[in-house]
């Protein structure tokens, strides 16, 4: 890291926002406390700001110099934040207003994957007022389902830590899914299940740090396994040998590049039984306490929770 970055820094007000509206509002509260915490050890100027009811343009008034954005989902994760701040002229931390509004929209960064070859499952997309418009829904549900390999993770296009997901192998549930999932967005992707086991791999500028593989004895990786069970473990090193960590973290970085995210995040993939890999999604804004997934892989680097968040910050200074 260059001295005349941490210089700049210093000099700084950095605000870290956090908390927001979205569904995943308690997730980024512990992240932006975390956050906040290991900047003002590292000796920098740092206010905690809850964007919930918050207008930003306070920013400007309360002398802020650059934002490290915390907020995890709609409005913070989808690039309506990074354009709000592009505005005003506020440097921020993590992708721009492209990478940001690509990597969120599963829909579209699965039209980017398979637009730019590299591997993820097949799926289909379905609308909700198609959905609602279908006068023999089953025909066509169970359609889709034989399209698919006859089972399915059914996700909402615009939703993070696994909200609104679920699976499905008949039409029942597949119906009871999209109903479900037509709570969150109006347009559900349905990805053909993937029988093997997940993976991460967290990315800092155009590094990609050791793989985690995330192990539970849920159905999937849902929400519980992510946030509320003790069940879940993670694994890291991985326990791949070197040559395939070496691919997947290879694969990891052009899906990264390819939705045009950058400054830092997280992309998720499985391996199927057969052993080939498929790529599920690209995360800008992910969990960072200092038990979450990217800190828990820059620990293995030899970054500590303080030294990657200052990584992360002076990120934001070249980019």
Not at 9 to 18: G, S, T
Not at 97 to 119: C, E, I, T
Not at 264 to 270: H, K, Y
Request: glycine share 8%.
């Amino acid at each position: 890291m260059l001295a005349k970055e941490i210089k700049q820094l210093k000099q700084e007000k950095i605000a870290v926002l956090y908390g927001g509206n979205s569904a995943e509002r308690e997730v980024s509260l512990n992240s932006g406390k975390a956050i906040a915490k290991a900047i003002a050890n590292k000796g920098y100027q740092v206010e905690l700001i809850d964007t919930k009811g918050f207008d930003l343009s306070n920013l400007v008034k309360q002398k802020i110099d650059r934002v490290f954005i915390a907020l995890h989902g709609r409005g913070g994760e989808d690039g309506c934040l990074q354009g709000a701040l592009e505005y005003l002229a506020i440097p921020y931390t993590g992708s721009k207003v492209l990478g940001s509004a690509l990597s969120m929209d599963k829909v579209r960064s699965k039209q980017v994957f398979a637009a730019s070859d590299l591997p993820t499952a097949k799926y289909r997309v379905v609308n909700k007022l198609d959905f609602l418009a279908l006068t023999n829904s089953s025909v066509v549900l169970a359609e889709l389902l034989h399209q698919l390999g006859g089972r399915v993770m059914v996700k909402p296009a615009n939703e993070g830590s696994s909200i609104g997901m679920a699976q499905a192998s008949t039409v029942e549930q597949l119906t009871n899914a999209l109903t479900e999932a037509f709570g969150f967005d109006q347009q559900v992707l349905l990805e053909a299940w993937i029988d093997g086991p997940e993976y991460t791999v967290s990315i800092l500028g155009q590094q990609a740090l050791p793989a985690i593989h995330m192990e539970t004895p849920r159905e999937f990786y849902d929400y519980e396994a992510k946030y509320q069970s003790n069940s879940t473990q993670y694994h890291c090193p991985c326990g791949l040998n070197a040559e395939d960590e070496v691919y997947i973290q290879t694969l990891a970085l052009k899906a990264f590049n390819a939705t045009g995210a950058s400054g830092w995040g997280r992309v998720d993939l499985m391996r199927e039984r057969d052993g080939s890999w498929q790529l599920l999604e690209v995360n800008t804004v992910p969990g960072m306490t200092e038990t979450s997934l990217v800190p828990k892989s820059a620990k293995q680097f030899g970054l500590s929770f303080e030294d990657l968040v200052e990584r992360i910050l002076a990120l934001s200074v070249t980019d």
